[in-house]
């Protein structure tokens, strides 16, 4: 939770530190079923409100969300938008200067981060492996995680290597995000991370070619069709 905020709902959170009044479409449900220490794989077009479903669950859990993004110019943009409205965010990524990531280091540490926003090939020092071995994490947000199929047509190696980091630093809760996936890259990427066909449930009809939009959650909840 935020030094700033005080409330304990995903809604209180919504409404006072992102200034919104309500959920749009289906981010009421994942961020519920991600609060409740349920994983996700979600699925939701861009300009959807695909961030908020690990933000708030980031702040409503012990811990710090660690945001795993291939977006490197992107990071310090949208650390300074959740800084503005009292969020702890910080990133890791190759454009800091060593004394930089020094201090985001002490401060991941010290429990003085919310959200840290990190490119997947930070993970390759060991560094910071060792680093996210001694945190405490929240959640693990994979965001552009269809890179992680080889079928996808954005496939990254390093994007490979998130499910064995995953498991190596004891973090029980993975949150997988992208804007687009055929129905194969969605069922590669549910496999690497061991969320199983049989924990998803879905209201969306697909088939083998389209790409797909929409929201897939673990079992225990249900969203509408897009």
């Known amino acids: 939770m935020t030094s700033s905020a005080t409330a304990t709902t995903s809604l209180?959170?919504?409404?006072?530190?992102?200034?919104?009044?309500?959920?749009?479409?289906?981010?009421?449900?994942?961020?519920?079923?991600?609060?409740?220490?349920?994983?996700?794989?979600?699925?939701?077009?861009?300009?959807?409100?695909?961030?908020?479903?690990y933000q708030i669950p980031a702040l409503l859990r012990d811990g710090?969300?660690?945001v795993v993004?291939?977006?490197i110019a992107l990071m310090a943009d949208q650390v300074a938008a959740l800084e503005a409205v009292?969020?702890?965010?910080?990133?890791?990524?190759s454009t800091?200067?060593?004394?930089?990531?020094?201090?985001?280091?002490?401060?991941?540490?010290?429990?003085?981060?919310?959200?840290?926003?990190?490119?997947?090939e930070r993970l390759i020092l060991s560094r910071t492996v060792e680093l996210l071995k001694r945190a405490p994490i929240a959640l693990f947000a994979i965001d552009e995680a269809h890179c992680v199929s080889q079928w996808g047509h954005?496939?990254?190696?390093?994007?490979?290597?998130?499910?064995d980091y995953q498991r190596q630093f004891g973090i029980a809760q993975v949150l997988l995000l992208t804007a687009t996936a055929t129905p194969k890259v969605i069922a590669d990427m549910r496999e690497k991370f061991a969320i199983t066909e049989a924990d998803v449930v879905t209201t969306i009809t697909t088939s083998p070619t389209p790409v797909v939009h929409g929201a897939w959650l673990a079992a225990g909840s249900h969203v509408n069709a897009m």
């Open 64 to 66: 710090t969300g660690v």
């Open 154 to 163: 954005d496939f990254r190696p390093d994007y490979l290597k998130l499910p």
């Open 69 to 71: 993004s291939p977006l």
């Open 86 to 93: 009292g969020i702890r965010a910080a990133y890791l990524n």
């Open 12 to 53: 209180g959170v919504l409404q006072e530190v992102f200034g919104y009044d309500a959920f749009r479409g289906e981010q009421a449900e994942i961020i519920e079923q991600v609060v409740g220490g349920g994983d996700a794989v979600v699925l939701m077009p861009t300009g959807g409100g695909k961030s908020l479903c």
């Open 96 to 120: 800091l200067e060593p004394y930089e990531a020094q201090e985001v280091e002490r401060q991941l540490l010290a429990g003085d981060i919310d959200l840290l926003y990190m490119a997947p």
